[in-house]
């Protein structure tokens, strides 16, 4: 298969993807995050295993006023909109 004019192999492609790190999981307090997002987290210096429950996770990030990481920010959407499916009664 041809893409942006390079030949590409799919299946290469589909064997390279690490879907496994996408995929949310139970961490020890509780929370439900990804591998990927702990991994930005942990590269900010926040850990996300100080904090009881996702309000206070996503309002700890929202106070790191100092860091530009736009995978931090892409985290934070992330968790924000998890936080509005799961814990907003509608």
């Known amino acids: 298969m041809v893409i942006n004019g390079q030949e590409v192999d799919v299946d290469t492609l589909v064997n390279n993807l690490d879907l496994d790190s996408q995929f949310l999981k139970k961490r020890e307090n509780g929370m439900y995050l990804n591998d990927y997002q702990v ?5 900010n210096q926040i850990s996300y295993l100080e904090y009881p429950n996702l309000s206070s996770l996503i309002f700890a990030i929202q106070e790191q006023e100092d860091i530009e990481d736009p995978e931090l920010d892409q985290v934070l959407e992330e968790l924000q909109e998890l936080h509005y499916y799961k814990e907003t009664h509608k």
Not at 39 to 43: C, N, Q, T
């Open 39 to 43: 991994s930005v987290l942990e590269r």
